[in-house]
C-alpha cells in the first residue's frame, strides 16, 4: 500500500468484505467516504467498526450541532498533536458554514462567542487533568454523551492515525497556511459536513447484537442511547490487543498511564523506555508499542514496528492494529476518568 499508509496495507474499498465491506459501505452512506484514513484500521475488522459506529454515534448523528462538534474534535486533536485530524475537522466545520469556528479551533484561538469559547476550552482541557474547565460542561446533561463520546473517540482516532499513517502525505501545503484554500477545500466536504445521520444505526456493523453490550456496564457519560454501546464496542476490540502482550508488559503499560498526568513527553531521549526497564527483553518491543501509541504516537518509527516483527515472526497487520489500539483505548480510559461523570 502507498503513502500515506505506513506500517500496515490496509483493505482497499473493491476487495472488502464482511464487516469491513458493511462499514465501508455506512461510511460512503454517512459520511460521503468509503476510503481514508480509516482504512488504516482495516486490518483489525473488530477495530475498524467500533470506531466507526463510536464516531457515527457520538460526532455525527444526534441533537448536538454538527459545527460544535467538529470544532471539539478539532480542538482535541490540536491538543493531540495530530495535524490531519485537527485540518480535517477544521475542513468539517467550514464546510458546515461555520468559518470563525473552524479557524479558532485549527489554531487554538477563543472564538468570539463565549458558549464556543467554553466549548473548546473545555474539548482542550480534557488532556489536563483537575482543569477548572472540566468540572464545568459548558452543555447540557442531554448533551453530553455527544460530546464526550465525540472527544474520546476523537482521542483513539488521533493516536491512531497519528501512528498508522504519514500525515505530511495527507496534508496540502495550501491547506496549512491559507484560509482561502481552507474555505475552498471546504466546499468538497459541505455535502458531507450537513447530512443528517440518523442515530442507531453504526451497531449494526458491529458484527453482533449490539444488547447486551460488550466489556461492562455502560459508563454514566453515555446515556440510553447507542453511543454507549458504541464505546464498548471499542473497549472489547482493543482489549483483544492486550492479549498480545505478556502479563508484565501490559501491567507496565498500564502502571505508566496510571501515572500519566497529560503532558506530552519531552523531544529529547527516548519518552517510553524508563517504563519498559524492567521487562525482559523479548517483551519489550510490544509494550513499547502500544505506549508510544498512548503517549507519544509520533515518536512511533519504523524501527519499533521491526524490533516488534523480529520478535514476533509471521505477526499479521491485524495483530499490529490491535496492539496499537489497545494503547491508544489505555490512553481514552485515562482520560475518560479526568472528564467524570
Known amino acids: 500500500m502507498p503513502a500515506p499508509y505506513r506500517h500496515t496495507t490496509p483493505v482497499r474499498p473493491e476487495a472488502a468484505t464482511g464487516q469491513v465491506a458493511a462499514v465501508y459501505a455506512q461510511m460512503e452512506r454517512d459520511f460521503l467516504l468509503a476510503d481514508g484514513p480509516l482504512m488504516s484500521l482495516s486490518p483489525a475488522p473488530a477495530v475498524l467498526s467500533a470506531t466507526w459506529a463510536l464516531l457515527r454515534e457520538a460526532e455525527l448523528a444526534g441533537a448536538a ?32 458554514g461555520d468559518h470563525r469556528l473552524a479557524e479558532a479551533a485549527r489554531t487554538g484561538r477563543a472564538p468570539e462567542d463565549a458558549g464556543q469559547a467554553a466549548l473548546l476550552a473545555w474539548a482542550a482541557a480534557t488532556r489536563t487533568p483537575g482543569d477548572q474547565a472540566l468540572a464545568r ?35 496540502p501545503e495550501a491547506l496549512r497556511h491559507s484560509v482561502d484554500e481552507r474555505r475552498t477545500a471546504a466546499l468538497a466536504v459541505a455535502k458531507a459536513a450537513r447530512l443528517t445521520v440518523v442515530p442507531g444505526a453504526g451497531l449494526t456493523v458491529l458484527g453482533g447484537s449490539p444488547v447486551p453490550s460488550p466489556g461492562g456496564a455502560t459508563p454514566a457519560w453515555a446515556g440510553d442511547g447507542a453511543i454507549g454501546p458504541a464505546y464498548l464496542a471499542l473497549r472489547a476490540a482493543a482489549s483483544e490487543g492486550g492479549g498480545l502482550l505478556t502479563d508484565p508488559a501490559r501491567a507496565a503499560v498500564l502502571d505508566a498511564l496510571a501515572t500519566w498526568d497529560g503532558t506530552h513527553p519531552p523531544l529529547g531521549g527516548d519518552p517510553v523506555g524508563p517504563y519498559l ?19 507519544a504516537p509520533y515518536r512511533l518509527a519504523e524501527a519499533d514496528v521491526a524490533a516488534w516483527r523480529a520478535v514476533r515472526p509471521g505477526a ?16 481514552v480510559e485515562r482520560v475518560a476518568g479526568w472528564i467524570g461523570g
Open 137 to 171: 460542561p459548558p452543555f447540557p446533561a442531554s448533551l453530553a454523551p455527544e460530546f464526550v463520546g465525540t472527544v474520546l473517540v476523537t482521542h483513539f482516532i488521533n493516536r491512531m492515525v497519528t501512528a498508522l499513517l504519514d500525515e505530511e502525505a495527507l496534508l
Open 316 to 331: 499479521d497487520d491485524g495483530e499490529l492494529t490491535r496492539l496499537l489500539a489497545f494503547g491508544a483505548f489505555a490512553a
Open 65 to 96: 450541532a454538527r459545527t460544535d462538534k467538529e470544532a471539539v474534535a478539532g480542538a482535541v486533536s490540536l491538543a493531540n498533536r495530530c495535524p490531519f485530524c485537527t485540518e480535517a475537522h477544521a475542513l468539517l466545520a467550514h464546510g458546515a
Open 277 to 295: 526497564a524492567g521487562l525482559a527483553a523479548p517483551e519489550r518491543p510490544a509494550a513499547r508499542l502500544a505506549l508510544l501509541t498512548a503517549l
